[in-house]
């Protein structure tokens, strides 16, 4: 059964990232690959030093982002 991944850049996105996978663990590997690559860069860029908190909410802010679901859910 097909699994989709949909991230968007933020929650207004029109045009999120759509990804597919054949299997469920593809789908959440990716996932949780692309959410720590973009919690990485906004860590990386940030002007500020961050906290593990500050961490932490960033990780929540992207979460809310992505969602993941089979092809019987649509």
């Known amino acids: 059964m097909p699994w989709t991944v949909t991230y968007a850049c933020d929650s207004m996105d ?3 990232t759509v990804v597919t996978f054949e299997d ?3 789908a959440i590997e990716w996932a949780t ?3 720590s ?3 990485d860069y ?3 860029h940030s002007q500020y030093s961050l ?3 500050d ?3 960033i990780e929540e802010s992207e979460s809310a982002l992505l969602r993941i679901h089979s092809a019987q859910e649509h």
Do not use: L
């Open 14 to 16: 029109p045009n999120p």
């Open 24 to 26: 469920e663990w593809e």
């Open 33 to 35: 690959e692309e959410m």
């Open 37 to 39: 690559r973009r919690v």
């Open 42 to 44: 906004i860590v990386q």
């Open 51 to 53: 906290s593990e908190e």
């Open 55 to 57: 961490v932490r909410e």
